[in-house]
């Protein structure tokens, strides 16, 4: 009796791997054992930029909320630390867009914020 291999499930899950490798550069994209290799780190390398793009947004937007606050005569921290005081609460991201799109209206709340 022949051997059976389930060819379709294998080609199936080869192929699978080499489409997640397109683009790869040389043996790293068509040789399947250098391949497996190549999409575990790639795979890899995306988990931990994904929860590191976080931290660089937020340090951007910091930056940003900086830049504009000292040019309102106070600094972040200081802006952050009174509006924690006066229960304002507006997220960094979005005091970082105001800051950049509407230069006015972060100046108010600097006002606001610190009196």
Excluded: C
């Excluded at 397109?22 to 575990?40: C, E, M, P, Q, Y």
């Amino acid at each position: 009796m022949p051997k059976a291999n389930n060819a379709v499930a294998s080609r199936a899950r080869r192929k699978r791997i080499l489409k997640k490798a397109k683009g790869f550069w040389g043996s790293r994209g068509n040789i399947l054992t250098v391949v497996k290799h190549a999409v575990d780190k790639a795979e890899q390398y995306a988990y931990r930029d994904r929860r590191a793009k976080k931290r660089t947004f937020r340090s951007l937007w910091i930056m940003r909320i900086n830049a504009a606050a000292r040019l309102n005569g106070t600094t972040y921290s200081k802006m952050v630390n009174a509006m924690s005081k006066k229960s304002i609460e507006i997220d960094r991201k979005t005091l970082a867009e105001i800051a950049v799109k509407d230069p006015a209206a972060f100046s108010q709340i600097v006002k606001a914020v610190i009196e």
